[in-house]
């Protein structure tokens, strides 16, 4: 079975020639004391028995790409990118076409759970993403809150041609019931073809210990709607309480309705094929 993480971050220390972004409410703290670098994630992925990952920058590196592309190109077998830019600034528009010619790049990775982001979703502000990323080939993945998804579905419905994918389920803030109030939102997005959804960072959302079992009801209710074609499975690795190869055997052991080649498609097989991502 393909095993590959759908998301999963990586960075080094800031310092003068590569600094962090300065502080800020919307900027969180290093999900670790110590940088968490391509050499650390290999090894837990080794370990784990997980052959391929997506990295994405985190916020404290800001908008840039430089290393996650570094990562991909040196390990083209093992990392894909989601890369990230800022989407309000006018230039951001003309990264689009050329977007995907960058080696080891399959997409954006585009947040919208943060006040200016949000406004922009709100208010319409960036429909000429959606209608060049469309035109370009270009898949997104979202980070945006439950209330906030009826928006997505008005996106998915006038550009059938865009692969969008749902972050973390829709899921933002909160612990358990808090965080899934309004789940039924993200449910409703499963009439669109083209919206899948990463079944990623679910521990950092409960606090079941592992095997989380009170989270697999909702699972339940995600295959059900979306189907194992798109559901992605993955970590945000940094952030979760339990080990990475925990978060495999999650699914891979500790969920009885899923069949064999549910877990192929889950586990790695239709995120490769959404992105046009070819493994070894």
């Known amino acids: 079975m393909l095993i590959v993480d759908a998301q999963v971050h990586i960075w080094t220390a800031s310092t003068p020639e ?3 972004l300065p502080p800020a409410p919307d900027i969180p703290m290093p999900h670790k004391p110590v940088p968490f670098t391509k050499d ?3 090894r837990e992925m080794d370990a784990a028995g997980v052959q391929g990952a997506i990295l994405v920058t985190p916020l404290w590196e800001g908008n840039r790409n430089d290393l996650v592309l570094a990562s991909a190109q040196a390990h083209p077998d093992r990392f894909g990118v989601m890369g990230r830019f800022d989407v309000t600034v006018p230039a951001a528009r003309g990264l689009i076409p050329g977007w995907l010619q960058q080696p080891g790049m399959l ?7 943060r006040p200016r982001e949000r406004s ?3 208010e319409n502000g960036v429909d000429w993403l959606w209608q060049d990323a469309e035109e370009a080939g270009l898949p997104i993945m979202l980070f945006a809150q439950h209330s906030d998804l009826h928006l ?3 996106v998915a419905e006038r550009g059938p041609g865009l692969k969008l994918v749902i972050d973390h389920l829709g899921l933002t803030k909160g612990k358990d019931e808090e965080a899934f109030r309004e789940f039924d939102k993200l449910l409703r997005l499963a009439r669109r073809p083209n919206i ?3 079944v990623s960072c679910l521990a950092h959302y409960t606090t079941d210990p592992y095997p989380h079992r009170w989270l697999h009801p909702y699972l339940r209710r995600v295959y059900d709607a979306f189907g194992p074609r798109r559901m992605f499975w993955g970590t945000d690795f940094t952030r979760l309480s339990c080990s990475y190869r925990q978060a495999v055997t999650m699914f891979t052991e500790e969920i009885p309705w899923l069949t064999l080649e549910d877990k192929d498609w889950i586990m790695g097989r239709g995120l490769c094929e959404w992105l046009g991502w070819k493994l070894p």
């Open 120 to 122: 922009l979703l709100v």
């Open 107 to 113: 997409g954006l990775r585009l947040l919208f759970n």
């Open 152 to 154: 997505i579905d008005r």
């Open 18 to 20: 590569r600094p962090w």
């Open 40 to 42: 650390d994630l290999l």
């Open 196 to 198: 899948a959804v990463k």
